[in-house]
């Protein structure tokens, strides 16, 4: 599968954006699928991931209640919203599929086969 991520963009601290991941040549229906972000600096790491087949989505706790994963079947599509942004949430934002049916395997950017190519996510304080 190709994913293709948007949306990003500069806020102001508190504000909101959403970044989207749409999706071609195969349903995401049959994939995990992962918003990860990378800060300068920092390693890669998950921040909201929804399982294949448990209908339950995680959330890294330094984002729980601000962001909301989703998926859109009919438009191929995953999306994330943010909300009460931060400057800590600066960073490039990937989305990422996942044929693991594993729990533990999809909490790790190694088990996804497929990224799309980033979005910069900057907030200003």
């Known amino acids: 599968v190709q994913l293709q991520a948007s949306g990003g963009g500069l806020v102001q601290a508190g504000g909101s954006l959403r970044v989207s991941c749409a999706a071609s040549g195969r349903t995401l229906r049959n994939y995990a699928m992962g918003w990860f972000r990378q800060a300068p600096g920092k390693e890669r790491e998950a921040v909201a991931i929804?399982?294949?087949?448990?209908?339950?989505?995680y959330y890294a706790d330094s984002v729980k209640g601000r962001f909301t994963m989703s998926r859109d079947n009919a438009k191929n599509a995953v999306y994330l919203q943010m909300n009460s942004l931060k400057p800590e949430d600066t960073a490039v934002y990937y989305c990422?599929?996942?044929?693991?049916?594993?729990?533990?395997?999809?909490?790790?950017?190694?088990?996804?086969?497929?990224w799309g190519q980033g979005t910069q996510v900057t907030v200003s304080s």
């Open positions: 929804a399982f294949r087949s448990y209908g339950r989505t």
């Open positions: 990422a599929a996942s044929t693991s049916v594993i729990l533990s395997a999809i909490m790790s950017p190694d088990h996804y086969g497929s």
